[in-house]
């Protein structure tokens, strides 16, 4: 549905399962991330900091220890180079069991890599996962989640570009939803990252 009727399917579903009120916008505005950022508790953004360093730290190394590869073999050469896609989608769960940690093990991950555009989807995020999104230089968010967001980060709407690859884990509706665009789209794996 999402495919076929783009930001009107989002929005709908989205407000029928809850994750939206009506006259609730289903992009996120940036400035509303770093107010959730500034107001969290001084000892939570710490946290939240502190694991995004860590995360960074460690998908720089990653990154440093891949290298292009080219050989001669008979014929010709053969190899592999690195290249990261051009736009991602991550998506952290919300709702009842909220999970700033998906938005820090996704994002920054995929800026460290290269990903010009980095996009999130969480439904009903709350504040630590509105502020793990501004520690982690998300500049696109969506305020829904589900198999709905699934669709449009891998489609695309008038709003969210089609995305190349989907990271993240979810709940069954959200693993069902990465199985069937897998092919369409890469996918970390259905548990998440």
């Known amino acids: 549905d999402v495919r076929l009727r783009g930001d009107t399917a989002l929005i709908e579903h989205a407000v029928r399962l809850g994750d939206l009120d009506p006259n609730q916008s289903v992009v996120v505005d940036p400035a509303e991330l770093a107010d959730a950022f500034e107001t969290l508790e001084a000892d939570d953004r710490a946290a939240l900091v502190r ?16 290298r292009p ?5 008979p014929g010709g050469h053969a190899g592999h180079r690195i290249a990261p896609v051009e ?14 940690s998906s938005v820090i093990m996704t994002a920054p991950v995929a800026r460290t890599a290269g990903v010009e555009d980095v996009w999130l989807a969480s439904p009903r995020p709350s504040k630590a996962v509105l502020a793990a999104a501004h520690i982690s230089g998300v500049r696109q968010m969506l305020r ?7 669709a449009a980060l891998a489609y695309g709407t008038d709003t969210v570009p089609a995305c190349d690859a989907i990271v993240g884990p979810g709940n069954r509706w959200v693993s069902a939803a990465k199985r069937l ?4 789209v890469a996918i970390d794996m259905l548990a998440g990252p």
């Open 144 to 150: 829904v989640g589900g198999a709905h967001a699934i």
């Open 69 to 73: 590869l080219t050989i001669d073999v």
């Open 181 to 184: 665009v897998a092919g369409d």
């Open 87 to 100: 736009r991602a989608g991550c998506y952290a769960p919300g709702g009842r069991y909220p999970l700033p």
């Open 51 to 66: 694991m995004a360093q860590r995360v960074e730290r460690f998908a720089r190394a990653q990154l440093a220890s891949m």
